[in-house]
């Protein structure tokens, strides 16, 4: 089976940890996502750095208009592979 994953793009960190608790609840996911600090090209100040959310998805379970409509609810949005 392919190596699925979804990427979640969060404005910041707080935002990544709450969507991250909260895609255990709302989709059942077993595995812990992965937070990722993605600085913007060019800045240096963290406050302008997005945070990803990657999850693996193997079994193609997670719906991606879905996980979309979570990120929005964080003003993120999942990114296309």
Known sequence: MSDVRHVLVLPDRD????AAEAL???FGI???PRLVRDAL????????A???VVLR???RRLDPG?????AGEWDGW???P
């Open 15 to 18: 935002a990544a940890q709450e």
């Open 57 to 59: 998805d193997e079994a």
């Open 50 to 52: 997005q945070w990803l």
């Open 24 to 26: 255990g609840e709302r």
């Open 30 to 32: 077993d595995e812990e």
């Open 78 to 80: 999942r990114e296309e």
């Open 66 to 70: 879905a996980l979309d409509e979570f």
């Open 41 to 48: 090209a060019g800045e240096d100040d963290a406050e302008d």
